[in-house]
């Protein structure tokens, strides 16, 4: 696996400030559209966009920095690969303490209500339906009551019995002696697994569970503004409950595309705008396409400097509950011409003359500026 800061071409050390620097030179430098037909710049800047994903967002960074990886259930990620600890310690409790330790997710009875299991989903927009917000159709594939024997799990003209093992509570209970005393372990029962039923002949198309797996389509709708990681909470939306319990929520994770053209930061949006040698010099007007599509007109001050960054105020992101938008910043590049025809530069080297002594004369500086403006057209 390449090692995400050589991609973005920065120290292990580096700030924020210094990956968002060096993505936008990269994103410059290795862009598709510069490089039409090229699939190693194309695989190039894909890894560049990967690369900044991760690094630019500081849990991600803090998780790939400690164990080399973002991905939850690598061998490497904690040591334990995905393990559930808290199977494991009560284990170890169990055995040492005759099983008076049980597991939380274990019921205290299994005939009580109880809330269904919540779900989680990610859910990608790009950067414009972020910015416009956008109502999705899902499809959330969750538990559903089986229709042919309602719920019971027992095949049709049969009912399920109450275990007569541990008289339907789902769970046995068992005193026994230790150095430590006496302790009662409370266990599963083995019988009836926890279920507090016997189920003689089982349903055929639930296998006995009672609830049969289902694709279910929602539409959710993703509000204007909404960022990265953001939890959006959709009640009762999530797996239903057991014995009358309510249903469990839906919790949409909004992954939001990163765009070439350009990159966010909260509420504000960062693009780039590429100058001529005379344009900087010289000043100019031109146009700039903000993320909505619309055209906007800036100015640009005569002896504009590379790196320079100019400020279209409200041509942002939407903020979530307000109607401001945050503000779009135009990182200036000056474009170095590297094959002039003797025309340029002849004119490239009577520039630098003339920059080696004052002149006097306004119209010959004048006409000087109207030729160097005419130069790279």
Do not use: W
Not at 164 to 171: A, D, K, L, N, P
Not at 179 to 184: A, D, I
Not at 289 to 299: F, H, M
């Amino acid at each position: 696996m390449e090692d995400l800061y050589e991609i973005l071409e920065v120290s292990r050390d580096a700030t924020q400030a210094d990956i968002k620097k060096s993505y936008r030179k990269l994103v410059h430098q290795y862009h598709p559209d510069s490089h039409p037909g090229d699939k190693d710049i194309e695989e190039k800047f894909k890894k560049i966009n990967a690369a900044y994903s991760v690094l630019n967002d500081p849990e991600k960074r803090a998780r790939y920095d400690q164990f080399g990886t973002t991905d939850p259930n690598s061998d490497s990620f904690g040591g334990f690969g995905g393990m559930d600890l808290g199977d494991l310690f009560g284990d170890i409790f169990s055995q040492a303490f005759g099983g008076g330790f049980s597991s939380s997710r274990r019921s205290y009875n299994a005939n009580s209500p109880r809330r269904g299991d919540d779900i989680e989903m990610v859910v990608r927009v790009s950067l414009l339906e972020a910015y416009t917000g956008v109502v999705r159709e899902i499809e959330v594939m969750k538990s559903e009551i089986c229709d042919t024997c309602n719920g019971t799990g027992a095949k049709a003209g049969t009912k399920p019995e109450t275990c007569s093992r541990c008289h339907g509570t789902g769970q046995v209970q068992q005193r026994q002696q230790s150095l430590f005393g006496n302790f009662v372990s409370i266990t599963t029962c083995p019988d009836c697994h926890g279920t507090g039923k016997i189920i003689r002949e089982k349903c055929e198309k639930c296998k006995g569970v009672g609830y049969v797996r289902k694709k279910h389509k929602l539409d959710v709708k993703i509000p204007a503004g909404v960022e990265r990681n953001s939890r959006l909470r959709i009640p009762g939306a999530g797996e239903p409950g057991i014995n009358g319990g309510s249903a469990g929520d839906l919790y949409l994770i909004i992954d939001v595309e990163l765009n070439s053209d350009f990159e966010r930061d909260r509420a504000d949006l960062h693009t780039s705008l590429l100058l001529t040698y005379p344009q900087a010099v010289l000043g100019t007007e031109t146009e700039i396409k903000t993320l909505d599509g619309s055209v906007e007109k800036i100015s640009v001050p005569s002896g504009t400097s590379h790196g320079e960054v100019l400020k279209i105020k409200g041509k942002g992101m939407p903020k979530i509950n307000s109607k401001t938008k945050g503000d779009l910043y135009v990182h200036v590049f000056i474009e170095i011409p590297k094959n002039l025809t003797e025309k340029q530069r002849e004119l490239i080297k009577a520039l630098a003359d003339e920059m080696k002594a004052p002149v006097s004369d306004s119209e010959n500086k004048s006409g000087f500026a109207e030729k160097l403006k005419n130069l790279f057209k």
